[in-house]
């Protein structure tokens, strides 16, 4: 048996943990696709989901930034590092701000 070649380190479905305003523990979904020139894609996939593009990956040091809007207009951003590059189940750290408030979270590709 054989591994599939793996395309854009970015490419899939990545999930971590936050604290949310209240204080309650909630989960942030990435949905991710590199289309050649940018990444693009979802936070938290559903209804109230927000779409992303212009997100960039800087290969010196796998810098990864997004930026985008949430329903009421607040940014929303991440500012991270990928780990464990060559596995599938690799992560990207660093800072995630949302309403104002940034915390350090560790998305794992699933």
């Given at each position: 048996?054989?591994?599939?070649?793996?395309?854009?380190?970015?490419?899939?479905?990545?999930?971590?943990?936050?604290?949310?305003?209240?204080?309650?523990?909630r989960?942030?979904?990435?949905?991710?696709?590199?289309?050649?020139?940018?990444?693009?894609g979802?936070?938290?996939?559903?209804?109230?989901?927000?779409?992303?593009?212009?997100?960039?990956?800087?290969?010196?040091?796998?810098k990864?930034?997004?930026?985008?809007?949430?329903?009421?207009?607040?940014?929303?951003?991440?500012?991270?590092?990928?780990?464990?590059?060559?596995?599938?189940?690799?992560?990207?750290?660093?800072?995630?701000?949302?309403?104002?408030?940034?915390?350090?979270?560790?998305?794992?590709?699933?």
């Amino acid at each position: 048996v054989g591994s599939a070649q793996e395309g854009f380190p970015l490419d899939g479905t990545w999930r971590a943990k936050a604290v949310a305003a209240d204080g309650s523990e909630r989960t942030l979904v990435l949905v991710m696709q590199w289309d050649g020139k940018q990444v693009a894609g979802l936070i938290n996939p559903g209804r109230n989901g927000i779409s992303f593009t212009g997100g960039t990956l800087e290969p010196q040091g796998w810098k990864f930034t997004l930026n985008a809007k949430d329903a009421g207009g607040a940014d929303v951003r991440f500012e991270g590092t990928i780990g464990d590059l060559g596995k599938v189940d690799r992560w990207v750290e660093g800072q995630w701000t949302e309403g104002g408030r940034s915390q350090t979270v560790r998305f794992v590709r699933e």
